[in-house]
């Protein structure tokens, strides 16, 4: 019985290894790009664009440079554009969070840091944020910048450092709240 197994795996093998062997790959001299490697190097350049995944947990601040919660989803439309920021507000850890719908082109994302407000004697006016590239609502390449002096490190992180949206943080509380439906 264990002799009939073995010869049974042996042309099983012997099979399978005369169709692999069958299998030739055809050899091209021809050195043009096919369309796919064309397709695949376009798509792989994405110059200026932001990772949705970063987006998650971005601190939201008001013009006064007052941090009013962070965005805790983007919801698309059908076609792929992001339509509505969902924006946490208050809580602690996440518990007792008032989540709020704001419309996407209404949030004007910063790649520098925000100014720092503190004591005077540190070179900073209170209230006020540095010169930075800002963009409002999605990052295509189209928008109008406010200026143009944005430094490598900033640019190649691959999302902003913080969105600004003009409200405080109680009129975002008093907005109704979202809430995601089954």
């Known amino acids: 019985m264990l002799m009939k197994s073995i010869a049974a795996g042996l042309a099983g093998t012997a099979l399978l290894a005369t169709v692999a062997f069958a299998q030739n790959p055809t050899a091209t001299t021809d050195k043009s790009p096919t369309a796919a490697t064309t397709a695949t190097t376009t798509t792989t350049t994405a110059s ?23 965005i805790n989803d983007l919801l698309m ?21 008032h989540l709020v719908a ?23 006016t209170p209230g006020t944020r540095p010169a930075a590239t800002t963009t409002t ?9 406010t200026t143009t002096t944005t430094t490598a490190s900033s640019s190649s992180k691959w999302y902003p450092d913080h969105a600004v949206f003009n409200a405080t943080k109680d009129e975002l509380k008093n907005m109704p ?6």
């Open 137 to 145: 609502g999605a990052a295509t390449g189209t928008e109008k910048t």
């Open 177 to 182: 709240e979202f809430k995601y439906s089954e």
């Open 77 to 97: 439309d059908k076609s792929g554009a992001v339509k509505i920021a969902v924006i946490g507000v208050g809580g602690f850890l996440g518990m007792g969070e």
């Open 102 to 124: 704001v419309p996407y082109e209404k949030l004007k994302f910063v790649n520098e840091a925000v100014a720092y407000t503190g004591a005077a004697g540190t070179g900073a």
């Open 48 to 70: 200026g664009e932001w990772r949705a995944s970063k987006m998650a947990g971005l601190k939201i601040y008001n013009d006064a440079n007052e941090s009013i919660g962070s």
